[in-house]
């Protein structure tokens, strides 16, 4: 099994600043690696498959980096509605898919 | 516009049964492979099950493995999750989610809630 190691737990940032979030994967995942978005409530929303394409209606200032086991979630300016939890996914080797454990971004 | 919306969960007795429900529109059903993903305070979110389009393939955590079912009609547009011998650890929020294949889940449903407890 894949594990999948977020870093930092949590991130706190102002509203206009870079956020930046790291996955770590324990072994190859390629580019087969989502970013996920959660808020109080809700249910995960896709932001980013393929490692680096964003989903339909994400917003430019979120971008995906990153290959094999080191990647990177930028946030380059931070919105009010951007204070949320992040989650990536890795999709290549399954079953079974795993998720990181989270990174929280709150307001600083 | 693409919804999933699931039902079903509830308080149930360790040992007990429970089948989810999840109802999609707005997108050919049959077309998607679909998921299930439960989520807990403690462990996160974790995959449960997955069916590819045609039911034909399905894949389970080993966590769930032999106790839960999943199951799908396409001509109801509806994915199905039984759950059998329940455990306390198997409370959690329980999602059903879309996916382009055996690959990532890009449409999520609200969630459904269960908790098991005595």
């Known amino acids: 099994e894949i594990v999948m190691t977020q870093s930092p737990a949590t991130l706190s940032v102002s509203p206009g600043e870079r956020a930046t979030l790291s996955c770590r994967a324990s072994q190859s995942v390629r580019s087969n690696l989502a970013w996920y978005q959660q808020k109080p409530g809700q249910s995960p929303r896709l932001l980013i498959s393929?490692?680096?394409t964003r989903a339909t209606g994400i917003p430019a200032r979120f971008s995906g980096s990153g290959s094999g086991t080191e990647f990177t979630l930028t946030i380059s300016s931070l919105q009010s509605e951007d204070f949320a939890v992040y989650y990536c996914l890795q999709y290549n080797n399954w079953p079974p898919w795993t998720f990181g454990q989270g990174t929280k971004v709150e307001i600083k | 516009q693409v919804q999933l919306v699931e039902s079903g969960g509830g308080l149930v007795k360790p040992g007990g049964s429970l089948r989810l429900s999840c109802a999609a529109s707005g997108f050919t059903f049959s077309d998607y492979y679909m998921s299930w993903i439960r989520q807990t305070p403690g462990k996160g979110l974790e995959w449960v099950s997955y069916s590819s389009s045609s039911g034909s393939s399905i894949y389970y955590a080993d966590s769930v493995k032999g106790r839960f079912t999943i199951s799908r009609d396409n001509a109801k547009n509806s994915l199905y999750l039984q759950m059998n011998s329940l455990r306390a650890e198997d409370t959690a929020v329980y999602f059903c989610a879309r996916s382009p294949g055996f690959s990532h889940m890009d449409v999520w449903g609200q969630g459904t809630t269960v908790t098991v407890s005595s």
């Open positions: 393929g490692a680096s």
